[in-house]
């Protein structure tokens, strides 16, 4: 992984003064205020978009943090999405706590596979996580008495104690709160010991180990949040979606949650969330022209890859210090 | 994932009660399909294995070009109504001059701004997007279509299986592909050059090595290799824009086989075309789909390496 060069605190103080301070600040507005002044389309995708974050997030911490190539993200995305889902239908659980059923189902996973993976990097866990992958759509597709196979799973309405959401714009402040929570959470856990031993194998497992890191931990954990925090963006789209089907739930999915912390710059959290919201908004752009979204998405990558491998955010930043410094 | 064509002769329902003489032709039909379809997973393993032992790329567009070639010859041939003398050459060009440009113009640069992995990954899975994208723009991929078979496909048994004069020929010439393949790769001073730039790059230049013409070379015979089977199988199956995806098998062939092992790649494609057909034969033709990625998962979990990859290695500091 080619880190990026290690920030020293002044330009981080300096990048959080003036401009980016009050863009900061207006965000935070637009996301508070957004549901008073939009119509449901704009504040469905705004929900879609929040959940893309928190998938974002769960990427950020096995591939951005850790350096393993996991291509399993829908798969435990989807488990979340169906752990909660028939946790709230089955057992009228209150949906947080359905939510958080879902995180652990698909965490136990993420841990299993973890423990496998243990014994792979690079491609081969890369094609080890996209085998899991498939064989989990498959099983959502074919578990008719669960999942209701093929023909999709309906999702009862959340249920907050006497609240019942049943509308993109009641869910939407859950949706954020829940975003909000676990970018918390996520900053918390990269700022920890944990994290900082997330990064040391990242750079370099011998390394790591000969720093008394015990790294065979460190990786399976790792998977394990991932997969987790992928469950729980499963239960918050449970929130507003009133149906899942396996379909959706495949290697495209992957392609997208990957292409947008790529967009975002591999390995920094605020990538990954910026990432989510500016590949998000594109392709859903994309989607009023479908016959090119496939060419323009698969071109997106390669040039990103060829010109922006750290991603758009750092791209931009180089040119304007280049225009500030002059050539 | 395109499951190849069923054998020809009727689907019993098998019981408990299943005797004897049933399963021993089974059996055979199994291993005779099997060694057809998995013929077609070898070659395209050998494509993979080829570029990711000479330039440690796994390329994820290896399907897209199989199906991307497959239409170019669909497009001469069907709509241009070319010669098939013409078509089968142009294909193959077409197929060597994408590869190698896409090495040279889009991989190259990758490789100099980002040198980890990941990133020369996301670049191929841009290139099967894009390659998939345009299919469907065209037109050509949005109704499923088959290339005319130019071999007979009257049946004729060996043993108590049946194939097709198509099955041989596809089978007949896949091993003539391989074994030409495998004739280059160790005998000639190309082949040579390209073993050298697999095992150590920086030693290749020093010793007079081309890296970059060696590179283009390899990925321009990865996509002829990858044309060859898409010709080979697309009178066989229906060609659609998602047919790339059978790639899954020759992924999994080559794991089978050890990633980085050119016989183990070709042992590999035979074993999950057998064991491909032998899972839709007594078990379900519903479980076939799964059986690639349980073959991945088993053999990654218990031999990492692969069959034939030798001892594992850990990357130092």
Redesign the interface.
Known sequence: ??SPPLASPAPVRRALSGPALIGLVVAMIVAVALPVFTTGYVVYIANLLLVFVVLCLGLHIV?GETGQ?SMAHAAFYGIGIYASALANRAVDLPYPVAMLFGALVAGAVGLFIGA?AL??R???L???TF??G??TQ?VFA?WDSVTNGPNGLRISPARFGPIEILSDKQAYPFVLFFCLLMIGLTVAISRSRLGRSFRAVRE?E??AMAMGIDVRRARIVSFGLSAAIAGFAGGMFGLFQTFIHPDSLGFQTT?LV?TMV?VGG?GSIAGAIGGAIVFGLISEVLRQAP????????????LF???A??GLFAFIGDRIREARHGR | MAAFAPPPFPDLSIGPDMDLQLALIFLQQGIASGLVSGSVYALLALAIVVIFKTSDVPNFAQGEVFMAAGYVALYLFVFQKMPIWVVLPATLVVAFLAMALFRRFVLDQVAKSAKDLVYLVIATLGLSYVLKGFVRRTGFGDTPRSFPALVPTDSIMIGQASVTMLDLAIFGTAVTVMAAFFWMFNYTKTGRAMRAVGMNPKAAQLVGVDLRRCHMLIWGLSGVISAIAALLISPKILMTADMGSIVMLAFAAAIVGGFSSLPGAVVGGFVIGIVENMVGLFISSRAIVLAPFLAILIVLVLRPQGLFGGKLTIKKV
């Not at chain 1, 090119?292 to 698969?298: A, K, L």
């Open positions: 992984m080619s591939i190539f496998l014994r792979m690079d491609i081969y890369a094609l080890a085998a899991f498939e064989a498959w074919n370099s011998v390394a392609i990957l790529v591999l016959q090119y979204q496939e060419i323009i998405y698969g071109a997106i990558l390669i890859m060829m010109y491998p750290r």
